[in-house]
């Protein structure tokens, strides 16, 4: 009688191998159930997943659908005894791992990939799951566009249990048969073999002119044949695939990480939001961004608008962000400082500027480049117009290893010509005792003279009582250098630097840039996020000791935000702006909300919430 999916056989938990019933391992391999352990190097994109530590750990099968995500079944993560589907977007409740291109689980080869979110179906046994880091060297599965026909066959392959091995150090694969394809199910089966704990989620293929298609996941058998099992029949039911190819390529381009910049962008006298956002990797592992600009209306922001992408080519992860009007017309734009790898000569950086049209932004343009020699690594970014020419020009607080008497840090402007950005120049350095990795940079005119500075949010470790010190340091531009840093404030109490987002702005009003920081106060034992806003007026000289302008009382996360600095209302006073993580959607994707602090003069508002979604 054929298996019926309205009978829903055994539950998928139960096709994950768990640790307690593993421990039994075999010296050479076996046949499996499924069917035979296959050739090394056979079936590269299956992965192994392994879920949890001690009474909880289980195994299952996936496949690498793309450079950063294996597709598997959702019951591998269901809770004990909660349903297969749907289950939570996000992180893994357990630590979990892929082992990809490892067909033989005692040898080396392959990668083992954290993973580290969760982007499940809400109709059907599935999920994608996000890979810590891409797998760039194994080619990943094709999806059929094609539904299984009844009677055809399908090549079955998984890591699960065999007919006489709790866990099996090699790949298996074996043919089964099509019976039924249902709305979101296909029943298949195989005499003398069948579809075993650890085999979930593992791949049922097809070969099509030579190439091997997903078509479906294992969900569910009755496991006849396995160790363990009494079970005479041989049916299992596969998650179809076939019909949500576009859900599949959706995923893959998800906005992920995001970086944020501000500017006037359209030259109306208020500044708006720019968030540069990571789309992961195309079908073809090519490395995909987006642009968005939040535009401000003078009581909040519209939608933002996509004003740039690629379907290939520019790497989020290598690229960091800075706005300023570079070219001088008034409308700021947005510039990149960009990691292009090594050369004979060193390693390569490159900056490229989105120019503004005033609507939106022309496509990156590479407007400064180096042989080799410049290393984006111990590359930390700022903008502004350090030489009060009308041009904003690009910084770089640069890490130049040690010395006898320690850490030797430098600053480098790369200066605006109107067109492009001239080679970088050292301007200002110190022989040792200024560590790069304990500052955080940005840019203002501290001292009103029509040039912009750059200040340093230094980590001074802790006191002998154990208080936290931080100190801030001015570098204040002649037009030409930059004289060397001054303490310009330093902490009398505890002030963690590790609990602090920087920003600059003009929030009193008084034509000198002060500073903002965002400050992480912890969670509460009832998990309420608490943070709150300090802000370090200048006096043209030095800093006042941090005011607390804002402070939460819900909860609000520090973590999830990434602050900048702008004048958002035209006022004549910056106000922070704040796009904040606010969760994931049912079917994985990032919602965003946007905040903006509107300041008072001595003060900052409660944050306002613009807008909240998932850009697209």
């Given at each position: 009688m054929p298996l019926r999916t309205t009978r829903r056989v055994r539950a998928i938990s139960l096709l994950a191998a768990t640790a307690a019933i593993g421990s039994a391992t075999l010296t050479s391999p076996a046949q499996a159930v499924i069917g035979d352990a296959v050739a090394d190097n056979t079936y590269a994109f299956t992965a192994k997943i392994q879920i949890g530590d001690g009474d909880t750990s289980r195994a299952c099968t996936g496949s690498l659908v793309d450079a950063q995500y294996v597709l598997t079944a959702s019951s591998c993560f269901a809770a004990a005894g909660q349903p297969a589907f749907p289950i939570a977007a996000g992180a893994p409740a357990e630590k979990a791992t892929a082992t990809i291109g490892r067909t033989d689980l005692t040898g080396t080869a392959g990668k083992v990939v954290e993973i580290t979110e969760l982007v499940p179906r809400a109709d059907r046994d599935l999920v994608m799951a996000k890979l810590a880091t891409p797998v760039t060297d194994i080619t990943p599965v094709l999806l059929a566009a094609a539904p299984p026909a009844a009677g055809e066959t399908l090549q079955a392959v998984g890591y699960g249990r065999t007919a006489d091995t709790w866990v099996p150090d090699r790949l298996h694969a074996g043919a089964f048969t099509v019976e039924q394809t249902d709305a979101t199910t296909v029943s298949v089966t195989r005499d003398g073999g069948s579809i075993c704990k650890g085999d979930a989620g593992g791949p049922a293929l097809r070969e099509t002119n030579g190439k091997i298609e997903l078509v479906a996941v294992h969900s569910a058998s009755w496991q006849a044949g396995c160790l363990g099992s009494d079970e005479t029949r041989n049916g299992a039911v596969e998650t179809r695939l076939d019909d949500i190819v576009t859900w599949v390529q959706q995923v893959r381009a998800l906005p992920d990480e995001s970086q944020v910049a501000s500017g006037d962008f359209n030259e109306d006298g208020k500044e708006d939001i720019a968030a540069f956002y990571d789309n992961g990797t195309s079908p073809e592992g090519k490395n995909r961004a987006s642009l968005f600009a939040f535009y401000s209306t003078g009581t909040g922001f519209a939608a933002p608008k996509n004003v740039w992408n690629t379907p290939g080519g520019f790497t989020w992860s290598k690229s960091k962000l800075t706005a300023g009007d570079f070219d001088g017309d008034g409308k700021d734009d947005v510039a990149v400082f960009y990691d292009n790898g090594s050369s004979d000569t060193g390693r390569i950086s490159s900056l490229y500027t989105f120019t503004s049209n005033g609507t939106g932004f022309k496509a990156p343009r590479k407007t400064w480049t180096t042989t080799g020699g410049f290393n984006w690594d111990v590359s930390k970014v700022t903008a502004g117009d350090y030489n009060g020419d009308g041009k904003d020009d690009v910084a770089v607080f640069y890490d130049n290893g040690s010395s006898d008497t320690g850490r030797i840090s430098s600053l480098y402007t790369f200066t605006s010509n109107g067109t492009d950005f001239n080679n970088p120049r050292k301007t200002w350095t110190t022989p040792g005792g200024f560590t790069w990795s304990a500052g955080q940079v940005t840019s203002g005119d501290y001292n009103k003279d029509g040039k912009d500075d750059i200040a340093v949010l230094y980590n001074g470790g802790k006191s002998a009582d154990g208080k936290f010190?931080?100190?801030?340091?001015?570098?204040?531009?002649d037009g030409t250098n930059f004289t060397g840093p001054r303490k310009t404030w330093t902490s009398s109490g505890s002030f963690n630097w590790n609990a602090s987002k920087l920003t600059s702005g003009d929030y009193s009003g008084d034509g000198r840039a002060d500073i903002g920081i965002l400050y992480n106060r912890g969670t509460t034992t009832e998990g309420v996020h608490q943070s709150a806003l300090f802000t370090l007026t200048s006096d043209g000289t030095d800093f006042a000791a941090p005011h607390e302008a804002w402070t939460s009382t819900?909860?609000?996360?520090?973590?999830?935000?990434?602050?900048v600095s702008g004048d958002f209302n035209?006022?004549?006073?910056?106000?922070?702006?704040?796009l904040y993580r606010s969760g994931t959607t049912a079917d994985g994707r990032r919602i965003d909300s946007l905040f903006s602090f509107t300041s008072?003069?001595?003060?900052?508002?409660?944050?306002?919430?613009?807008w909240t979604g998932s850009v697209v």
């Open positions: 010190i931080s100190s801030l340091y001015t570098f204040t531009s819900g909860s609000f996360s520090w973590a999830a935000s990434q602050v035209n006022d004549g006073k910056d106000d922070i702006g704040d008072t003069g001595t003060d900052l508002k409660a944050p306002i919430k613009h």
